[in-house]
């Protein structure tokens, strides 16, 4: 069992949250990053969980429109086969595109917590991981819109999406990657991305909510209050991080992040070769 969060940590971490969950530098392997080299401590996976639930907020509001639009289409089309256009397929694809994270989640939920923080592992995906982007960036079309979705995209999407359970992948940084070699647009595979990401994050968090109270793995114990204002916190800045990156990508290429990874993973391999932090 951890030690009790203070408030300065609960604020740094809402923050660091907030501006990497959407980004595809992996928000869970930066809050373990964060915690283990100014506090040597793990904020711990429940934490990591609840607030994402701040993050995902960000999301429902962000893509309000866009959610209701495609709720009521997919609820006309399964009462009306004549009514089942690109919004209602969209539906069934966010659906069908959740479901391997769902299964593995609940399948690894404990290595999830527990192993996977190890800090050579988050080192080693973000390099790995970040070679992964670059020719994603490389060998991809990038012509197809978001209209051209198909259930396949939808599977194989939702596929790279379980690979961020290992923190250091990146939840947008598989699910961009996957659209990208797929020859969606970077736009469309960033959207598809942050719709598919709302059922598995908004699930994960609730489902940790009992866990963040008396959790499960190692890490710091945060309190109702310093979870709350860091959920806040993730909010606000996740919300603008959002409108940010769907801008960056329309004209900006998937290299800037995979500079960042690699360089970010060769200073981890040096504090942790150093004996400066330690892994677990």
């Known amino acids: 069992m951890g030690e009790s969060m203070t408030w300065i940590q609960a604020i740094v971490l809402g923050v660091v949250q907030g ?16 915690s283990e080299v100014l506090w040597q401590e793990d904020a711990g996976a429940s934490f990591t969980a609840v607030t994402q639930l701040g993050t995902e907020a960000a999301v429902l509001v962000y893509f309000a429109r866009d959610i209701a639009r495609i709720a009521m289409a997919w609820f006309r089309g399964l009462r009306d086969s004549g009514r089942r256009g690109h919004d209602y397929k969209m539906g069934w694809y966010v659906i069908v595109g959740t479901i391997p994270v769902g299964i593995l989640g609940l399948l690894f939920k404990d290595q999830v917590r527990t192993g996977a923080r190890n800090l050579w592992l988050v080192a080693t995906m973000l ?8 020719a994603a960036e490389y060998y991809g079309s990038k012509r197809r819109p978001i209209e051209g979705l198909t259930l396949k995209d939808g599977v194989i999407m939702g596929s790279a999406q379980a690979l961020a359970l290992i923190p250091g992948v ?69 919300y603008v991080t959002i409108a940010w990156l769907l801008r960056f990508v329309v004209n900006h290429s998937m290299y800037w992040f995979v500079g960042y990874r ?18 677990t």
């Not at 501006?19 to 964060?34: A, N, W």
């Not at 360089?263 to 892994?279: D, E, K, W």
């Open 19 to 34: 501006l990497t969950e959407f980004l595809p530098i992996s928000s869970s392997g930066h809050l373990r990053i964060v």
């Open 127 to 134: 390099i790995v991981f970040a070679v992964v982007i670059a």
């Open 170 to 238: 990146s939840r947008s940084g598989g699910t961009i990657s996957a659209g990208l070699f797929l020859g969606l647009t970077r736009e469309a595979a960033a959207r598809y991305s942050f719709l598919l990401a709302i059922p598995a994050v908004t699930a994960a968090g609730l489902f940790s909510l009992p866990d963040a109270f008396e959790p499960a793995g190692e890490g710091l114990n945060a309190s109702g209050a310093q979870l709350i204002v860091a959920t806040l916190i993730a909010f606000a800045i996740g």
């Open 262 to 279: 690699i360089i970010l993973g060769l200073v981890l391999f040096g504090l942790l070769g150093t004996g400066v932090i330690a892994a």
